[in-house]
């Protein structure tokens, strides 16, 4: 088929790369560079470098309100558009101008956390598993009819990050055998157990250490690697990027051993951390050259 794709990050890139072996990709959509680094310099997507890396045409508009960009769009005589955490909202001529409109790549089991973070809220909220949907797109958001699911458990260890690399992949697998079936009827999302995954506010980031283990340890795990759950040391901001429930008993936040620190029910083990300015580290590495205090702030 001819197939627009669309997407921006990191998580669309296997989704690009796997429809580009099976079909004639027309045009890639992403978001325009951004300054990044140090120097501030316009850094392409992670998208945009994977289609140049093919050899695809590159397009990328800051929005999609044009007549000119949606004329542009049209002319392409898709078949259909694959959208995959693209980062713009659809016009309904853009949503109608392929033959068999536009799919998305969700990463949940819809209609549970529709919206920007699926991920993140999966694992804070401590669910038992999550998957990835095909959703045929409409005008609301993430409510238009499922054309395929695949689902898979959360592990109790999973971070954001580790969670999605493999719905990730589990996408790119998905659409691929999605596409291969289509035309096939999709299949209206339930109207019970809608909820939504609002954007990480980074005001959510930092640890409460009265909250029971079980949810610091989530929080831990659910903002890692971004933005990072983070805490006070002393006078140093530290990120905690690994965890998991431990025994023990104290006031929150007191250390008891190593980095087993008490929280408001239990404590939680950190494994993993990145102090300001540096990279993560094991705890045992950051253990040899740090003074731990008796309490976190």
């Known amino acids: 088929m001819r197939v627009i794709f669309m997407g921006t990050p990191d998580f669309s890139v296997p989704a690009l790369r796997a429809i580009a072996a099976e079909h004639e990709v027309v045009a890639v959509y992403t978001q325009p560079p951004r300054a990044a680094g140090r120097g501030q310099k316009a850094r392409p997507s992670a998208v945009h470098r994977a289609a140049e890396d093919l050899g695809l045409p590159v397009r990328h508009p800051a929005t999609l309100r044009d007549p000119a960009d949606r004329q542009a769009f049209a002319d392409l005589d898709a078949d259909i558009a694959v959208v995959v955490a693209y980062g713009l909202i659809l016009p309904q001529p853009v949503l109608d101008a392929p033959r068999l409109g536009c799919v998305n790549i969700h990463a949940s089991i819809l209609p549970r956390w529709r919206g920007a973070a699926p991920i993140h809220r999966a694992v804070m909220a401590g669910d038992a598993e999550t998957g990835v949907a095909i ?6 958001l993430d409510t238009g009819p499922v054309l395929s699911l695949a689902r898979t458990p959360i592990d109790p260890s999973e971070t954001t990050a580790d969670l999605h690399d493999r ?131």
């Open 135 to 140: 959703m045929q797109m409409e005008a609301g």
């Open 167 to 297: 719905l990730s992949r589990m996408g790119a697998d998905l659409i691929v055998r999605t596409l291969a079936e289509l035309p096939k009827g999709a299949e209206p999302q339930p109207r019970d157990g809608v909820t939504y995954a609002a954007k990480i506010d980074k005001a959510e980031a930092r640890i409460d250490w009265s909250r029971p283990a079980s949810e610091v340890d989530r929080q831990i795990r659910g903002l890692s690697p971004f933005p990072g759950a983070w805490c006070m040391m002393g006078d140093e901001r530290i990120k905690l990027l690994r965890s998991s429930i431990a025994e023990g008993q104290g006031e929150p936040g007191q250390v008891l051993r190593g980095m087993i620190i008490a929280c408001g029910e239990g404590a939680v083990q950190v494994h993993q951390v990145q102090p300001a300015g540096k990279r993560p580290m094991g705890a045992d590495d950051f253990l040899r050259g740090w003074t731990m205090p008796t309490h976190l702030g």
